[in-house]
């Protein structure tokens, strides 16, 4: 994946979710979850900056238990940027799975979402995903774990003023 | 308030008083593309000329800008290889309010406050609510026509145009769709999306459902720079509203 000389390729940006079902997965309260996820995995996979996911040869991370409670789904992913993903997570119909989550999903009171820059090629393990998210939720962001909310740069990039990804809200 | 950020907006204010200015400004902000001086001139009724000393006054107040497109086409003669002036809105916020008032932040903290409670659904079911009174205003012909022709009345009812006009969505008619240029809560909408853009649709379910309008529905649709919902033909059998949590 990396190539020599492409400044864009040195890292990608790994990013681990956690959510905590409400009903099992087979239960019918989850049933439109369960139907929505071939669409929107398909739906990563081609879209712009998508470099890999997590899943088993059923197509999706459903059935990868990272916590000993086993309705805590995970999900881990690469993308080739802070803002591609960004547009995958909230201007794409991935959105419309979103807001329905607390349909789904109890609202966690930790932090269920980190980031972290891994050289281009290099495949995060959950391991390695849990062990950042725990970084996140014991340090707060940081540039080993970070959120959208708070990214932290790639360690090749210049640095930037701005801490938002997207337009920021007007100064005080 | 900061004083520097109210003379701007008094200034960009200033440079709308003009009625035909304002409806170039208005004209030129509707448009999904970028508009020429002859385009902007025919669609307002106005000599091109005066269409093009309005637009240059707006460019000066920061409202429009420009950029300059090479014309293709014509090799030769007078006018020949001149860059065409295609102008469009600037994305510059401007906002006075007399007395002050600040809406931005307590937006972001409510939304902020709504995501860390994991109160989505609560703020949904708001929403709609506040969406089927807009629709029954639309529907009771009370809201007041404001609608500058952009969409069919076959399309969409004329009085639930009007409220997205009203609300400051930009509608459009993208063939059998409506699609929305503007998102009005962009900045909140931004820090925490799935709060905000659920919202956002539970708001246009509502509208739709409160007008009565068989036919359409309101559907999450994002696309860069525009609003994430947009109002497309139901499916045969669809009920009207897409929500799925009853």
Redesign the interface.
């Known amino acids: 994946m990396a190539v020599d000389g492409d400044r864009r390729a040195r890292y990608h940006l790994a990013e681990v979710n956690v959510a905590l079902l409400r009903e099992p997965l087979d239960a019918p309260a989850t049933a ?1 979850f369960v139907a929505a996820l071939e669409p929107i995995n398909q739906l990563a996979d081609h879209s712009p900056g998508f470099v890999w996911r997590l899943q088993t040869p059923e197509g999706d991370a459903t059935s990868i238990r990272a916590f000993d409670d086993d309705r805590i789904l995970v999900n881990l992913s690469l993308w080739e940027s802070l803002e591609t993903l960004w ?1 995958f ?5 991935h ?2 799975l ?6 789904w999903f ?2 966690l009171a930790d932090a269920h979402l980190a980031l972290w820059w891994v050289p281009a090629g290099h495949v995060p393990t959950v391991a390695e995903a849990v062990t950042r998210l725990e970084l996140l939720r014991r340090r707060g962001p940081s540039p080993d774990a970070f959120t959208l ?1 708070e990214p932290f740069p790639a360690p090749d990039a210049p640095a930037v003023a701005s801490s ?1 990804v ?2 920021p ?2 100064a005080a | 308030m900061n004083q520097e950020r109210f003379e701007q907006g008094v200034a960009a204010l200033h440079a709308l008083h003009d009625p035909v200015r304002r409806s170039l400004y208005r004209y030129v902000s509707a448009q999904p593309h970028e508009v020429s001086r002859e385009e902007a001139a025919r669609a307002v009724g106005v000599q091109r000329g005066l269409a093009a000393f309005h637009l240059d006054k707006l460019v000066d107040a920061g409202l429009l800008e420009v950029s300059a497109v090479r014309r293709v086409g014509k090799r030769s003669g007078p006018g020949a290889g001149r860059p065409a002036r295609l102008y469009r809105r600037t994305a510059v916020q401007y906002e006075v309010s007399v007395p002050p008032r600040t809406y931005a932040m307590v937006a972001e903290l409510l939304a902020e406050a709504v995501e860390e409670a994991g109160a989505d659904l609560t703020l949904q079911a708001a929403a709609r609510r506040l969406g089927v009174r807009f629709g029954a205003q639309a529907r009771a012909g009370t809201a007041g026509r404001v609608d500058e022709g952009t969409v069919t009345p076959a399309v969409v009812p004329s009085g639930v145009v009007d409220v997205l006009v009203r609300q400051g969505y930009e509608p459009y008619q993208d063939g059998t769709a409506v699609r929305l240029g503007n998102c009005p809560f962009r900045d909140v909408a931004t820090g925490f999306p799935a709060v905000v853009c659920g919202m956002n649709l539970a708001l246009l379910e509502g509208l739709v459902d409160g007008a009565g309008a068989v036919g359409i529905s309101a559907v999450m649709d994002p696309r860069p720079g525009r609003c994430c919902v947009a109002l497309v033909a139901a499916e045969p059998g669809q009920v009207r509203s897409q929500s799925l949590s009853q």
């Open positions: 439109d547009a997570t909230y201007a794409s119909r959105l419309d979103l807001r329905r989550r607390r349909e109890h609202r909310r938002r997207t337009a809200t007007g």
